[in-house]
């Protein structure tokens, strides 16, 4: 398996700075694009394009949190995080309003479709407008609550700096990988629900 952390010189950890990443990316990205060697053999192109492609992919897992955590929880385990299948008890509200919302929505949407009136369209304009609040303002909420969630993981950094090195038997016993998968079941639930109602949002536009 990859390690994205090692391939971009990061160390391993929860929170990064994503601008010192961005950075790191470009400057590697540039040394590694195959169109530096476009004239080179067919084997070593495609070996570089290789390259471009994996060192692409590492930054795109290190630079959203959800892909992160969860490659981050491989590493350290030895395997993937199990199947999020269950809201987290603290989250199940947010799990209510987002289903109920997006049902609210689809009913609307289903019922604006078949409008043929220009004069009635006029009106659910104003409607779709008005639902488009109602979903912005829970998204913007939850958006709020998904940057506390991540905030988190600044504080667990501390204790992946102080972990034993990689490849040392007792480092996971000393790392926090129950609180760390927590947070990556949280980011997870708030990451879908944020983007079913910004799909919801673009459907009311239309």
């Given at each position: ?6 391939l ?29 060697i ?86 659910r ?9 109602k ?17 988190e ?54």
């Amino acid at each position: 398996m990859t390690d994205c952390f090692a391939l971009l010189d990061e160390p391993r950890r929860p929170a990064l700075d994503l601008e010192a990443l961005k950075a790191k990316f470009l400057s590697r990205s540039a040394e590694l694009h195959p169109d530096r060697i476009h004239n080179a053999p067919d084997a070593e192109r495609l070996a570089a394009t290789d390259r471009y492609s994996t060192l692409n992919s590492a930054y795109n897992t290190l630079r959203d949190p959800k892909e992160r955590l969860g490659h981050l929880l491989e590493l350290e385990r030895g395997r993937k995080p199990p199947g999020i299948e269950s809201v987290p008890a603290e989250w199940m509200d947010g799990f209510m309003e987002v289903g109920q919302l997006c049902r609210a929505v689809d009913a609307f949407l289903a019922e604006q479709s078949k409008v043929t009136s220009p004069l009635i369209k006029v009106q659910r304009f104003q409607q779709a407008m008005e639902w488009t609040d109602k979903v912005n303002a829970v998204a913007s909420s939850l958006t709020a609550k998904l940057d506390a969630a991540t905030g988190e993981l600044r504080s667990l950094n501390e204790a992946w700096e102080s972990a034993p090195t990689v490849g040392t038997g007792s480092r996971a016993e000393t790392l926090p990988l129950d609180q760390l998968e927590n947070v990556f079941r949280a980011v997870s639930f708030v990451s879908r629900w944020i983007a079913q109602l910004r799909e919801r949002v673009v459907h009311l536009a239309i």
